[in-house]
């Protein structure tokens, strides 16, 4: 199994970004996927989680609203749009299952907002 984030970087307030996470080594289109991200000095905090189908999606209060979570079953890949990014949106964003036993950790992708 690997999941490989990408499409990180540092934008300003209120900027926008847009992650994917590439899924190999199992059936992707089976997995309920979810986002997961850590602060500097903060423990993990859960961000966004969809269902298989692609037609439930879930949000942390923090992100509802700005964040929009996505999945292309074709090609085996999960998306984060961030919009409206904010100076506590600042943290290494990471892919996984959204239940049940994770698997390996990718090496996630960073975020930093920042004026």
């Known amino acids: 199994v690997q999941l490989v984030e990408s499409g990180g970087g540092m934008v300003q307030p209120g900027g926008s970004l847009r992650l994917s996470c590439a899924a190999s080594?199992?059936?992707?289109?089976?997995?309920?996927m979810s986002w997961v991200r850590q602060a500097p000095g903060k423990g993990p905090e859960w961000v966004s989680a969809i269902e298989t189908g692609g037609g439930a999606t879930y949000y942390a209060d923090s992100v509802k609203g700005r964040f929009t979570i996505s999945r292309d079953k074709a090609k085996n890949t999960l998306y984060l749009q961030m919009n409206s990014l904010k100076p506590e949106d600042t943290a290494v964003y990471y892919c996984?299952?959204?239940?049940?036993?994770?698997?390996?950790w990718g090496q996630g992708a960073q975020v930093t907002v920042s004026s």
């Open positions: 080594g199992f059936t992707f289109s089976s997995e309920e």
């Open positions: 996984n299952k959204a239940s049940g036993n994770m698997w390996p």
